[in-house]
Nanobody, 128 residues
Framework: VQLQASGGGLVQIGGSLRLSCARS????????VGWFRQAPGKEREFVSA?????????????DYSDSVKGRFTISRDGAKNTVYLQMNSLKPEDTAVYYC?????????????????WGQGTLVTVSS
């Protein structure tokens, strides 16, 4: 499984960005995708996760860190094998490299070790 994260950039305080995480390879083995971020000098932290189940993969669950709850929205497009992270009301403290990760196991985990595959990061910079 390969992951390609994109959509980062420079945005002003209060602005919005949408990150994308496109999956390729054995995508049917994946049931959970998460977003993490790492700011300079800080540890990687959990941002959000989404997983899907059911016979048609339409049972969706999501989770968010407290710091982004109400501002960020995670979603998926099954046909495109892509997970999105819509980020609104961005703050300077959201500045970080954002990584998407995929897991074979089902669960909404904030532990990076739960995830089997990682994409390259995409930089988000929020400035005044």
């Amino acid at each position: 499984v390969q992951l390609q994260a994109s959509g980062g950039g420079l945005v002003q305080i209060g602005g919005s960005l949408r990150l994308s995480c496109a999956r390729s390879g054995r995508t049917s083995s994946i049931s959970t995708v998460g977003w993490f971020r790492q700011a300079p000098g800080k540890e990687r932290e959990f941002v959000s996760a989404i997983n899907w189940s059911g016979s048609t993969w339409t049972t969706i669950r999501t989770d968010y860190s407290d710091s982004v709850k109400g501002r960020f929205t995670i979603s998926r497009d099954g046909a495109k094998n892509t997970v999105y992270l819509q980020m609104n009301s961005l703050k300077p403290e959201d500045t970080a490299v954002y990584y998407c990760a995929a897991a074979i196991n089902y669960g909404l985990k904030d532990d990076p070790t739960f995830y089997n595959y990682w994409g390259q990061g995409t930089l988000v910079t929020v400035s005044s």
